[in-house]
């Protein structure tokens, strides 16, 4: 029984996990977006 107990453990672990480190990535994914669009808006802006 204690085996079927750690499988079930691990697997609800590595949902967790992967759930937190998916929304972690998209939120840095998303600021460095921001920054960038940002960079080349006032690039743009410089230019004219």
Same mark, same amino acid.
């Given at each position: 029984? /204690?085996?079927?107990?750690?499988?079930?453990?691990?697997?609800?672990? !590595?949902?967790?996990?992967?759930?937190? *480190?998916?929304?972690?990535?998209? /939120?840095?994914?998303?600021?460095?977006? /921001? =920054?960038?669009?940002?960079? !080349?808006? !006032?690039? *743009?802006? =410089?230019? !004219?």
């Amino acid at each position: 029984m /204690e085996n079927v107990q750690l499988m079930v453990f691990a697997c609800i672990l !590595r949902i967790c996990t992967t759930f937190l *480190f998916q929304s972690v990535t998209l /939120e840095v994914v998303d600021l460095v977006y /921001e =920054h960038a669009f940002l960079k !080349r808006i !006032r690039s *743009f802006d =410089h230019q !004219r």
